[in-house]
């Protein structure tokens, strides 16, 4: 297969499993929002960390079919999402508190933010050099 089609069905099942992160994410953040009542930036930053470890594992897994140490690569994300995180966090409470957004608006357009970002991070960074070495 030529690398232009592996990268287009790279990219299609990355696409997809960050749709399933995403409803996980949607859908954790309502319930710690609407049902707990926390605050929007601590609804964001829980349903944010649940959404990264099912994205993380999934890609890994399917999308980049890496060998490559499970804990370095995490490492390497969680270093990712050591700036991303803080980031997106402050911006969500200004957002919402401040600005007075409305929180599901704030939240969807970081995920593609998020969509974006990760997806360069984990091609090019995490994954890079192990990209298709799992045994299939």
Sequence with gaps: MDNRKKELIRSLKFTLFSLSAGLIQIASYALFLEVLKLPEWVSYLISLILSVLWNFTLNRKFTFQSASNVPVAMLKVAGFYLVFTPL?????????????????????????????TEYLFQRFVVFGKSLDTAKK
């Design 88 to 116: 997106s966090t402050w911006w969500t409470k200004v957002l919402t508190e401040d600005y007075l957004w409305n929180a599901y608006v704030v939240q969807i357009g970081t995920m593609l933010i998020n969509f974006v």
